[in-house]
């Protein structure tokens, strides 16, 4: 079987959740906004009032707890290639090259979270979902400590059945 491997998978998952976490913070403020216009102008039942407020309870409650689901998700998946992953000690040095890669992405896509969560209008927002701000404000650091974690599980099995350079 032709396994192969690569630091890609990191890449993968900061994008991903930077670019959630983004769409999370301008939904949990939109939501909120349109809600409560509808409800005076389409709310002619309890019924349409309530799915109304049940999909604004979605936006504000279930959507970041989805986030969390995912980044547990693809870091779970990460893990589970980095170990069945067969490679050679002689990549370790690229496999670093991709880590720094991957943390010099890792900052713009904080520093963008940052400045949206610090803007007037979606600090509130920004505040309800702390979780998913916690992680991307670190997620220089974070991608450095899932990197390691990924080189040291892929690189340090033990032997048996080592891949070969040829």
Do not use: C, R
């Amino acid at each position: 079987m032709n396994k192969k491997g690569d630091i890609t998978g990191v890449f993968y998952l900061v994008i991903m959740i930077s670019a959630f976490a983004i769409f999370l913070l301008i939904v949990g403020y939109i939501v909120p906004q349109i809600t409560t216009p509808l409800k005076n102008q389409i709310g002619i039942s309890e019924n349409i009032n309530n799915s109304i407020s049940t999909s604004a309870n979605i936006a504000k409650h279930t959507l970041p707890t989805i986030w969390l689901f995912l980044f547990a998700g693809l870091l779970l998946g990460l893990f589970i290639t980095a170990y069945f992953i067969n490679t050679h000690p002689i990549f370790v040095p690229f496999f670093i090259i991709f880590l720094v890669g991957a943390i010099i992405v890792a900052v713009p896509l904080s520093n963008a979270y940052e400045a949206l969560s610090a803007n007037a209008t979606l600090s509130s927002t920004a505040t309800e979902q702390s979780a998913i701000g916690f992680i991307i404000t670190k997620l220089p650091l974070v991608t450095f400590i899932i990197g390691l974690i990924i080189m040291i599980v892929t690189f340090a099995k033990s032997g048996g059945n080592e891949a070969t350079l040829a």
